[in-house]
């Protein structure tokens, strides 16, 4: 079935172009595997056009809605983890002794998506349209928002002051309560996962297995640097819905400041978020000292509950309202409808499995590193924030003085730092460790820059430290798999166990064209997806040296020159002898 003209990646009218007009999608250009190719028709109702975004846990391709003409989003389960496509087939192929795994997760889609439908009708709610299984996997529909990612918003046009980021941000906290109160906690929220609509409200996206959020389990961990908690970057942390009041609090900050907070791993070991002079005097102090709560990177002082959040940033003298517990007694494997949403949320670890249903688990060196690092946690006494506070000001040859006001992270505590000739405001927000450094075991931090991770990490001579993959990037400099980056600088003297979060080289992002002259068309798609590449526009033509289905030539490029990473090869390709 197909639509002329319509565009597979927005879904627009291009027209008899090739390229539309609108959004740049060449008609044509192949979905690299596992993802469904373009024009895929499901349940002879929905056209799934380009991938928009994935994690662990699955894809969300844009979709038009046959019978309804109408855009809409396609989600589909596929953690590559567990399962793969073979080209050709949109079946999904369960890989071996996962099937059963593959099946808990693929319930848990469902069960999460009809939690999603109860709530349909809240302002921050984006509505699903419909639920089913096909192609061995299962897929959830949902309405299209025509909007931008708040990360887009904020990155390209300005920070909101308070009075503009409050009505925005005040009904999607009221719904986010309210999947609180169904036992449906989100671990994404981020500016990525926020969407702005066309008449200015918040929609959150998203929703879907903790566990594609959360380390060491069965799916690929998908982080938001500065925006997850650091309990979700450990095997034993808590997870409830004070990990969605870090999110959001992050998110706050970075709207009300431009600023992305350092992720939690670094935040663990340096707590300060830094905000200019500026931007801090536009800001109510208790507004920053609600997000002083949220933005707590141990769990024990941090604020507990997303309606405590909503209180504090509403009111300047809010109600103090206790804490509650943060230990939980043993959870049901469901996500949703658990009436005491107060309990912990479970993680599906690879503790939970039958050995031969499970990846396999980590380096004895690194369990016993996950082990050590809860105990300083729990040595922290709850609600200790540092303060700065102060009023820097001075004279120069008369001028008006100059006042930067420092802010109150808790009122409880009186005593205040003066410091002079600071241009920056910085907030404490991490509870602070009541022993003196004379009382821990210190030891060195070691240079990690350019080694290569492989052999770091669980390595037993870097036992005295919690050492944790933070991200992957690209990097011209350094070969695939070596460490590039640290957040704790070498030498520094630290107490055992102390986090330190690395990045590790992908490698050069240009990718060298491998020579596919004299294969297949489906050999030299092979070989070009091996590297990162694609095939693109295949051109053809009579020839005498190549057997029909064999590539000529390479169109506008030769084999061995290095090109960007996901660029399209066109080639021509033989009709045989003429």
């Keep these: 079935m197909e639509f002329k003209g319509l565009c597979l990646g927005c879904m627009t009218n291009k027209g008899d172009s090739a390229e539309c007009p609108r959004c740049g999608y060449v008609e044509g250009t192949p979905q690299v595997l596992p993802y469904l190719e373009p024009g895929t028709v499901l349940l002879d109702k929905y056209i799934v056009g380009k991938r928009l975004h994935a994690n662990g846990e699955g894809v969300t391709y844009i979709g038009f809605d046959i019978a309804n003409k109408k855009r809409v989003t396609v989600r589909e389960y596929l953690p590559k983890t567990l399962c793969s496509r073979v080209k050709d087939d949109d079946n999904v192929v369960i890989a071996s002794g996962n099937k059963l795994v593959y099946q808990d997760y693929k319930q848990d889609f469902m069960e999460i998506g009809r939690a999603v439908t109860k709530l349909s009708g809240l302002p921050a709610i984006i509505p699903v349209v419909e639920m089913f299984e096909a192609n061995n996997t299962a897929y959830i529909v949902n309405d299209y928002v025509d909007g931008k990612p708040l990360e887009e918003i904020i990155k390209r046009a300005r920070r909101f002051t308070w009075e503009e980021a409050r009505p ?9 309560i309210s999947a609180h109160a169904i036992g449906l906690v989100h671990f994404g929220i981020s500016p990525e996962n926020i969407i702005m609509t066309r008449n200015g409200t918040l929609k959150l996206r998203g929703f879907g297995s903790p566990d594609a959020h959360l380390a060491e389990t069965e799916l690929e961990p998908n982080f938001y640097d500065g925006f997850s908690a650091i309990e979700q970057y450990s095997l034993e942390g808590k997870k409830g819905k004070w990990t969605d009041v870090y999110g959001m609090s992050a998110v706050i900050f970075y709207s009300l400041t431009g600023k992305r907070p350092p992720d939690a791993v670094s935040r663990s070991y340096e707590p300060r978020l830094n905000m200019p002079a500026e931007v801090a005097q536009t800001i109510p102090t208790h507004v920053v000292t609600a997000l002083a709560g949220g933005l707590q990177v141990k769990i024990d002082t ?59 688990a980590a380096q004895p060196a690194a369990a016993a590193r996950r082990e050590a690092a809860p105990a300083e946690e729990e040595e922290m006494s709850p609600y200790k924030y540092g303060i700065i ?33 600071q241009h920056e405001a910085e907030l404490y927000v991490s509870s602070q460790d009541t022993a003196s450094a004379e ?4 030891v060195a931090v070691p240079d990690l820059i350019n080694q290569e991770w492989s052999k770091v990490d669980g390595n037993e001579e870097y036992a005295d430290f919690f050492i944790r993959l933070n991200k992957e990037e690209y990097d011209e400099k350094y070969e695939e798999g070596r460490i590039i980056a640290q957040t704790v600088k070498p030498g520094t003297m630290v107490a055992k166990n102390t986090p330190i979060g690395v990045i590790v080289s992908k490698g050069s992002k240009m990718r060298v064209v491998p020579n596919i002259i004299g294969k297949t068309v489906p050999e030299a798609s092979a070989a070009l997806e091996e590297v990162g590449l694609a095939l693109g526009d295949q051109a053809e033509e009579y020839s005498d040296e190549y057997e029909m289905g064999q590539i000529i030539r390479l169109n506008g490029i030769e084999p061995g020159k290095k090109i960007q990473e996901g660029s399209m090869i066109n080639v021509v390709v033989s009709l045989g002898e003429e």
């Design 302 to 360: 941090r604020t507990h509950s997303m309606d405590e959040l909503k209180e504090q940033l509403n009111n300047p003298v809010p109600r103090r309202v206790e804490p509650s517990p943060v230990s939980a007694p043993a959870y049901g494997d469901s996500y949703v409808d658990e009436p005491n949403y107060e309990e912990e949320i479970p993680t599906r670890t690879v503790q939970q499995r039958p050995a031969e249903q499970r990846r396999p």
């Design 439 to 442: 009382e821990k075991d210190m």
């Design 168 to 176: 925005l941000f005040m009904p999607l906290i009221s719904t986010i």
């Design 389 to 421: 506070s102060g009023l820097v000001g001075f004279v120069v040859l008369g001028l008006i003085a100059l006042i930067c006001i420092h802010f109150i992270v808790l009122p409880m505590i009186d005593e205040r730092n003066a410091q002079e000739d």
